[in-house]
Nanobody, 122 residues
Framework: FQLQAFGGVLVQAGGSLRLSCAAS????????MGWFRQAPGKEREFVAR????????YYADSVKDRFTISRDNAKNMVWLQMNRLKLEDMAVYYC????????????????WGQGTQVTVSS
C-alpha cells in the first residue's frame, strides 16, 4: 500500500493551502487516514485523522477550526485543507494509513507517504 503526498508550497501567513494524498496498491477504504507534520528539530506530531467512511474526523487542538481533513474512497484520495496558516504550521506534512481511529500516535499508522514541505512566510 503506497501513499504519495503532494501540494506543499510556500504560502504567506494567513493564507490557505490544500494538501493531497493519493493511495494505491490496496483497499483504501480499509484504512483510517491521518495527517502528521514534523518541523525541524521537533518530533512528528498528529494533525488530523478521518475514519474509514469519512464520517468522523478528529483534529489536534493547534489546528482545530482552521484545518479540514476529507477523503474520497472512490478516488483513493485524502486531503488536508489548511486555512489561516500560521508560522508555526510550517513543517513537512505526511499522510499515513492506519488501523485504528482512536489514537493519534504515529505508532498506529502502518503506511506513510514521503512528506510534502509547507513553508509559511511572514
Amino acid at each position: 500500500f503506497q501513499l504519495q503526498a503532494f501540494g506543499g508550497v510556500l504560502v504567506q501567513a494567513g493564507g490557505s493551502l490544500r494538501l493531497s494524498c493519493a493511495a494505491s496498491g490496496g483497499i483504501f477504504s480499509d484504512y483510517v487516514m491521518g495527517w502528521f507534520r514534523q518541523a525541524p528539530g521537533k518530533e512528528r506530531e498528529f494533525v488530523a485523522r478521518i475514519n474509514r467512511s469519512g464520517g468522523s474526523t478528529y483534529y489536534a487542538d493547534s489546528v482545530k477550526d482552521r484545518f479540514t481533513i476529507s477523503r474520497d474512497n472512490a478516488k483513493n484520495m485524502v486531503w488536508l485543507q489548511m486555512n489561516r496558516l500560521k508560522l508555526e504550521d510550517m513543517a513537512v506534512y505526511y499522510c499515513a494509513a492506519g488501523s485504528t481511529y482512536y489514537s493519534g500516535s504515529p505508532l498506529w499508522y502502518d503506511y506513510w507517504g514521503q512528506g510534502t514541505q509547507v513553508t509559511v512566510s511572514s
